[in-house]
T-cell receptor
Framework: GAGVSQSPSNKVTEKGKDVELRCDPI?????LYWYRQSLGQGLEFLIY????????KSGLPSDRFSAERTGGSVSTLTIQRTQQEDSAVYLC????????????FGSGTRLTVV | GQQLNQSPQSMFIQEGEDVSMNCTSS?????WLWYKQDPGEGPVLLIA?????ELTSNGRLTAQFGITRKDSFLNISASIPSDVGIYFC????????????FGKGTRLSVIA
């Protein structure tokens, strides 16, 4: 597509439920990133996919967080047994395979855990 | 992990004034980028800097990659109301195959 598409744009869930957030990157972008933005904070790196390489999961805050990328395109970030501190905006970005320069971000999914 | 220290955290300025914000790191960064985030949107790339000492302009925006490779600044001249938003510095401390590290942002408010 023309841009990075994320869905849903907003998600309210009860504490303890699982949620899935979806990211559809720009066609041809082999690198895909997930970041988390808490209120008033910067962007916290979560996970990075590059082509067929093993993902860099070094930013995932706990084992309740996981992500997969199917067919080198769409990615799903899953949060199990959500906690209130998981409330944040989850941003997805993609970039060309030439390196990490100039990421294009989606508009994010605002997750609220009540 | 690597961290970027961005300042100021917030700014309130009059329309027409110039703005300056900066980012520092204790480690050498190979690339510096500046992004702007509007409410409800993802960050959008404004300027990318790839070489130490590089000075780049994009309209009313000017950014520089510090000689020490540990800092960068962004200037906005003659601010207008649509400059309102959060500005983030970001950088690669390693090769381009490592994810960008972001500062905590500078929230800019412009008073007409």
């Amino acid at each position: 597509g023309a841009g990075v598409s994320q869905s849903p744009s907003n998600k309210v869930t009860e504490k303890g439920k699982d949620v899935e957030l979806r990211c559809d990157p720009i066609s041809g972008h082999t690198a895909l990133y997930w970041y988390r933005q808490s209120l008033g904070q910067g962007l916290e790196f979560l996970i990075y996919f590059q082509g067929n390489s093993a993902p860099d999961k070094s930013g995932l805050p706990s084992d309740r967080f996981s992500a997969e990328r199917t067919g080198g395109s769409v990615s799903t970030l899953t949060i199990q047994r959500t906690q209130q501190e998981d409330s944040a905006v989850y941003l997805c970005a993609s970039s060309r395979p030439s390196g990490g320069y100039g990421y294009t971000f989606g508009s994010g999914t605002r997750l609220t855990v009540v | 992990g690597q961290q970027l220290n961005q300042s100021p955290q917030s700014m309130f300025i009059q329309e027409g004034e110039d703005v300056s914000m900066n980012c520092t790191s204790s480690s050498i960064f190979n690339t510096w980028l500046w992004y702007k985030q509007d409410p409800g949107e993802g960050p959008v790339l404004l300027i990318a800097l790839y070489k130490a000492g590089e000075l780049t302009s994009n309209g009313r925006l000017t950014a520089q990659f510090g000689i020490t490779r540990k800092d960068s600044f962004l200037n906005i001249s003659a601010s207008i109301p649509s400059d309102v938003g959060i500005y983030f510095c970001a950088g690669h401390w390693n090769s381009g195959n490592t994810p960008l590290v972001f500062g905590k942002g500078t929230r800019l408010s412009v008073i007409a």
